[in-house]
C-alpha cells in the first residue's frame, strides 16, 4: 500500500450554476501513477487547476502528507512540490534546453560586484536530469529544434530541478507522433522509479494503460470509478466515461 | 559512468553556436562586399575611404544597437530619428548654460526619459509599439523644430568635434566608442540575466512571466536603452559635422531596422545578435559608400539599399532553414 502524499476529501467546485466537481475523495501515493479520465466537461481541468493551485475549492479538503492545505495560487502548490505541466508546455523556443530548464531560476556566478550566468553549471545541471529521465534530449539545443517528445522532457526536467512530489500531466500525449508517445510514457516511468507521484490526464486509453497504477474516471463532476489497472479493462472503462456503465 | 564521460564533458550550446554561425556568415557576407566593392573601386581599400566609412557607421550603429534591443523583444521603436533630431536640439541649445558636458548629460537623460515614455506606454498602457513609437516620432520631430525655432545651431564647441577627430588606440574616438559599447552590449545579452530575459521575452513572453522573470521591467528598459542611444548618436552626429539641425537624424530609423534584420534579428523578436547588427551596420554603410564611389545617382541609391536589405533576408532565410533541416 502507497502512502497517501495527497488526499482530496469531498472536493466539490461550481462555476455560477455549473457543477464542475461534485464530492470528490481521492486519494494520490508516494510514486503512484494515477490516470485520470472522462469525458470533455467531466471536470478533470478543475480538478487539475485546484491541484495546482490556480483556484481553492469551493468546498472539501486537500490533504498534503496527513496536513490539511489551502493553495491560493500556483506559488503555494509549487512550495509543497506540486508542478503542473500544461499541453502548450511554456517554453520559450528560441532559448536552449537548458536555458528553457533554469527559465526564471538561472543560476549565477558572482564576478566582483556582478552576477553572471553560469552557462556551463546550467547545461550540466539539465544534462543531469534528462540523463536521469533517459531522455536523448541535448542541454545546447533549442527548443524550436526538438521533437514533441523532447519538449515534454524540458518541461519536465523543469519540475525535476524544482524537486516536485506530485506533478500533474495535462494531455502529454495528445499532439504528438507514436514513437514521441512512447519517449514520454518512458518518462513518466522514470519519474515514478524516483518516487515521484503523477496524475495522468489523458484521452487515449492505451497511454493510460501502459503507465497507469491505478485509474480514475469522472463524469460529469462525479467521481464513478477508482480501480486497480488489474481490476479493470479499457471496455470498462469506455462505458464508464461514457455513462454506459452507471459506476464501478 | 565511464561510457558517458565524453557526454558529460561541457560543449558549447547550440545557440551559441547557432549565434556564432549567424555571425560568422554576417563577417563573410560583409568580406564579400567589400571584396566586391574593391574589384570594382580602386580608391574602396584605401585609407582614407575606410576611415569615411567607420565615421559614417557611427551614427546609423548607435541607433542600430539600441534598436537591436527592442527588436529582440518583438517590438519596434519608430522614434529613434527624431529622437536623435530632438536631443540633438536639446544638446546645442543647452551648451551655453550648461557646458558641453552637462549639455550632453541632459540629451541622454532626455532621449532616456522619451524612451522611458515608450516602453511605459507599451507594457503598461498595452498600446502597439508601432502605434507608441510612430507617435512618438512625429512628437519628436516637432518638438525639434519647436524648442529650435526651426534654427539650426552653428558654433558648437571645438571640444565636441574632437570625438570625431581624435584618435585612440589606433581608431578615430567615435568608431571606439561604438565597438566598445556593442562589446559591452553583447557582453550583457549572452551573459546578464537581463540578457536572457529579454530573449525569453521576445520568444514566450508568457513563458518568461509564469517563470517569475521581471518582463516588465526589461521591456521598458529596452525602449529606454533605445532612446538613450538615440541621444548617443545626436551627441556623435552634431560633433561630425559641427551642427545641428532640426531635420537632423532624419530617417535613421529606418537605416537601423534594415541593419538589425540584415544582421540577422527576427521582426518577431527572439532571435538576433548584436554582432550581426554591426556587421549589418557594416553592409548598409559599404555599400551607400561603394554606390558613391562607382558615382551611382543618388536617386537609384535608394532602390539598391531597398534591394539588397530584401535579398539579404531572404539568403539567410534560406541558410538558417537548411541549417536546421
Keep these: 500500500m502507497h502512502l497517501a502524499l495527497l488526499q482530496l476529501q469531498n472536493v466539490s467546485h461550481s462555476f455560477g450554476a455549473v457543477e464542475a466537481l461534485r464530492d470528490v475523495t481521492l486519494a494520490i501515493g508516494e510514486g503512484e501513477i494515477v490516470g485520470l479520465m472522462g469525458d470533455n466537461g467531466a471536470g478533470k481541468s478543475t480538478l487539475v487547476k485546484i491541484l495546482a493551485g490556480n483556484f481553492p475549492p469551493k468546498a472539501g479538503e486537500l490533504v498534503w502528507e496527513g496536513q490539511?492545505?489551502?493553495?491560493?495560487?500556483?506559488?503555494?502548490?509549487?512550495?509543497?512540490?506540486?508542478?503542473?505541466?500544461?499541453?502548450?508546455?511554456?517554453?520559450?523556443?528560441?532559448?536552449?534546453?537548458?536555458?528553457?530548464?533554469?527559465?526564471?531560476?538561472?543560476?549565477?556566478?558572482?564576478?566582483?560586484?556582478?552576477?553572471?550566468?553560469?552557462h556551463r553549471a546550467m547545461e550540466d545541471r539539465a544534462r543531469g536530469l534528462f540523463r536521469q529521465l533517459k531522455s536523448e534530449t541535448r542541454a545546447e539545443m533549442l527548443v524550436r529544434q526538438m521533437s514533441g517528445g523532447q519538449r515534454q522532457a524540458v518541461a519536465i526536467a523543469r519540475t525535476l530541478l524544482a524537486r516536485a512530489r506530485l506533478i500533474l500531466m495535462d494531455e502529454p500525449t495528445a499532439a504528438i507522433s507514436v514513437r514521441q508517445v512512447a519517449e514520454v510514457l518512458q518518462l513518466i516511468r522514470h519519474l515514478k522509479n524516483q518516487g515521484i507521484a503523477v496524475l495522468f490526464i489523458s484521452h487515449r486509453m492505451p497511454d493510460v494503460f501502459a503507465v497507469c497504477d491505478r485509474i480514475v474516471v469522472l463524469r460529469r463532476g462525479r467521481k464513478v470509478a477508482d480501480k486497480p489497472l488489474a481490476a479493470t479493462t479499457p471496455e470498462e472503462v469506455t462505458a464508464l466515461i461514457t455513462?454506459?456503465?452507471?459506476?464501478a | 559512468m565511464s561510457t558517458t564521460v565524453a557526454e558529460a564533458r561541457p560543449r558549447r550550446s547550440i545557440a551559441r553556436w547557432l549565434i556564432t554561425q549567424i555571425e560568422i556568415r554576417m563577417l563573410l557576407l560583409t568580406l564579400v562586399v567589400m571584396a566586391g566593392l574593391s574589384a570594382v573601386?580602386?580608391?574602396?581599400?584605401?585609407?582614407?575611404?575606410?576611415?569615411?566609412?567607420?565615421?559614417?557607421?557611427?551614427?546609423?550603429?548607435?541607433?542600430?544597437?539600441?534598436?537591436?534591443?527592442?527588436?529582440?523583444?518583438?517590438?519596434?521603436?519608430?522614434?529613434?530619428?527624431?529622437?536623435?533630431?530632438?536631443?540633438?536640439?536639446?544638446?546645442?541649445?543647452?551648451?551655453?548654460?550648461?557646458?558641453l558636458y552637462g549639455a550632453m548629460?541632459?540629451?541622454?537623460?532626455?532621449?532616456?526619459?522619451?524612451?522611458?515614455?515608450?516602453?511605459?506606454?507599451?507594457?503598461?498602457?498595452?498600446v502597439a509599439p508601432f502605434v507608441v513609437t510612430l507617435g512618438m516620432m512625429s512628437i519628436g520631430r516637432s518638438m525639434?523644430?519647436?524648442?529650435?525655432?526651426?534654427?539650426?545651431?552653428?558654433?558648437?564647441?571645438?571640444?565636441?568635434?574632437?570625438?570625431?577627430?581624435?584618435?585612440?588606440?589606433?581608431?578615430?574616438?567615435?568608431?571606439?566608442?561604438?565597438?566598445?559599447?556593442?562589446?559591452?552590449?553583447w557582453w550583457f545579452l549572452s551573459r546578464a540575466k537581463g540578457g536572457r530575459t529579454l530573449y525569453a521575452i521576445g520568444s514566450n513572453a508568457e513563458a518568461a512571466r509564469v517563470a517569475g522573470l521581471s518582463i516588465r521591467l526589461w521591456s521598458v528598459l529596452?525602449?529606454?536603452?533605445?532612446?538613450?542611444?538615440?541621444?548617443?548618436?545626436?551627441?556623435?552626429?552634431?560633433?561630425?559635422?559641427?551642427?545641428?539641425?532640426?531635420?537632423?537624424?532624419?530617417?535613421?530609423?529606418?537605416?537601423?531596422?534594415?541593419?538589425?534584420?540584415?544582421?540577422?534579428?527576427?521582426?518577431?523578436?527572439?532571435?538576433?545578435?548584436?554582432?550581426?547588427t554591426?556587421?549589418?551596420?557594416?553592409?548598409?554603410?559599404?555599400?551607400?559608400?561603394?554606390?558613391?564611389?562607382?558615382?551611382?545617382?543618388?536617386?537609384?541609391?535608394?532602390?539598391a539599399i531597398g534591394s539588397i536589405i530584401i535579398a539579404a533576408v531572404l539568403v539567410e532565410r534560406l541558410l538558417s532553414g537548411r541549417m536546421r533541416g
Excluded: C
Excluded at chain 1, 493553495?71 to 508546455?89: C, K, M, T, W
Design chain 1, 243 to 247: 455513462g454506459a456503465l452507471e459506476a
Design chain 2, 144 to 185: 525639434a523644430y519647436v524648442i529650435s525655432g526651426a534654427n539650426s545651431i552653428g558654433d558648437l564647441p571645438p571640444a565636441l568635434g574632437r570625438l570625431s577627430t581624435d584618435v585612440i588606440f589606433g581608431l578615430p574616438v567615435n568608431f571606439a566608442t561604438l565597438l566598445v559599447l556593442y562589446a559591452a552590449t
Design chain 2, 278 to 303: 554591426l556587421f549589418g551596420v557594416f553592409i548598409m554603410v559599404f555599400i551607400r559608400n561603394g554606390l558613391n564611389l562607382l558615382n551611382v545617382s543618388p536617386y537609384w541609391q535608394g532602390t
Design chain 2, 105 to 126: 548629460a541632459l540629451a541622454l537623460a532626455s532621449g532616456a526619459f522619451a524612451g522611458l515614455i515608450n516602453g511605459t506606454l507599451i507594457t503598461f498602457g498595452r
Design chain 1, 68 to 118: 490539511q492545505v489551502h493553495f491560493s495560487n500556483p506559488r503555494d502548490a509549487r512550495a509543497h512540490g506540486i508542478e503542473a505541466v500544461y499541453q502548450d508546455l511554456a517554453l520559450a523556443d528560441n532559448l536552449t534546453a537548458a536555458a528553457n530548464v533554469f527559465l526564471g531560476r538561472e543560476l549565477l556566478r558572482r564576478i566582483g560586484p556582478l552576477k553572471l550566468l553560469d
Design chain 2, 41 to 99: 573601386s580602386s580608391y574602396f581599400l584605401t585609407a582614407n575611404n575606410l576611415l569615411n566609412a567607420m565615421d559614417q557607421s557611427v551614427v546609423v550603429g548607435m541607433v542600430a544597437l539600441g534598436q537591436t534591443l527592442v527588436i529582440l523583444i518583438g517590438g519596434i521603436d519608430l522614434s529613434v530619428g527624431s529622437l536623435a533630431g530632438v536631443t540633438g536640439m536639446v544638446l546645442g541649445l543647452s551648451i551655453p548654460h550648461l557646458g
Design chain 2, 222 to 276: 529596452a525602449y529606454v536603452f533605445s532612446g538613450l542611444m538615440s541621444a548617443v548618436a545626436a551627441i556623435f552626429l552634431a560633433s561630425r559635422i559641427l551642427s545641428i539641425d532640426p531635420i537632423g537624424g532624419n530617417g535613421l530609423e529606418l537605416d537601423a531596422i534594415a541593419a538589425v534584420v540584415i544582421g540577422g534579428a527576427s521582426l518577431f523578436g527572439g532571435r538576433g545578435s548584436i554582432i550581426g
